[in-house]
């Protein structure tokens, strides 16, 4: 079993739109977690940490379910420049795969 | 600051030949990583350092991959030979000094490494 699932996509939204991603992770004593975005043949840079009380950076809200191990990112109001692979990450070396995110116009 | 750099950017070889690929952390930091990204296997750890000490290297494939940390501001990835499998992007990230689970990791450009 991997040690971070995510669902691959692409989720396909409009401009506007809200979406949520979810990653689920297999050792319930993982201390940290992450969101990363990478854009197409570039690096991952992070876009926020997970906190176990949630947190927000502008429309974009990060929350830690510990009971049933998965993190989620909620985007609201998409942007076109919001295209791109989201990463979840646990315990800094623990990458998902990514969820590709495509904003139509 | 300039970032994590590594080179090639680019490599592009032949199967049996071996590669080399370079990584500078950023100044300071004493975490060093290093990914592979493909396709079908998302993004991996291969081994990472702290204090110029590698401390897990059991994401590393095999035998015909190895990594040095001669100093703080030096790595070097090594695949001799190489193999068409081993076609990918290898990233190199640091992590600020005294970091904990809880640091972020900056990543390098990348190095995009075709074997024929």
């Known amino acids: 079993r991997k040690e971070v699932e995510q669902d691959p996509g692409p989720f396909n939204v409009p401009e506007g739109a809200t979406v949520a991603f979810n990653c689920t992770y297999s050792n319930s004593a993982s201390q940290s977690f992450f969101w990363y975005r990478q854009d197409c043949r570039k690096e991952p840079k992070l876009l926020m940490s997970?906190?176990?009380s949630g947190n927000e950076d502008g429309r974009f809200t990060a929350q830690l379910n510990r009971a049933s191990q998965y993190i989620s990112l909620l985007i609201r109001d998409s942007k076109l420049s919001d295209s791109a692979t989201y990463l979840c990450?646990?315990?800094?070396?623990?990458f998902g795969s990514g969820t590709k995110l495509n904003v139509k116009p | 600051d300039a970032g994590v750099i590594q080179s090639p950017r680019h490599e592009v070889t032949e199967m049996g030949q071996e590669v080399t690929l370079r990584c500078k952390p950023i100044s300071g930091h004493n975490s060093l990583f290093w990914y592979r990204q493909t396709m079908m296997r998302g993004l991996e750890l291969l081994i990472y350092f702290n204090n110029n000490v590698p401390i897990d290297d059991s994401g590393m494939p095999e035998d015909r991959f190895s990594a040095k940390m001669p100093n703080a501001s030096f790595s070097t990835l090594k695949i001799q030979p190489s193999e068409p499998r081993d076609s990918a992007v290898y990233f190199c990230?640091?992590?600020?000094?005294?970091?904990?689970?809880?640091?972020?990791?900056?990543f390098g450009p990348g190095t995009r490494l075709t074997v024929l």
């Open positions: 997970v906190y176990s």
């Open positions: 990230a640091s992590r600020v000094p005294g970091g904990g689970v809880g640091d972020t990791q900056y």
């Open positions: 990450v646990v315990n800094q070396i623990y």
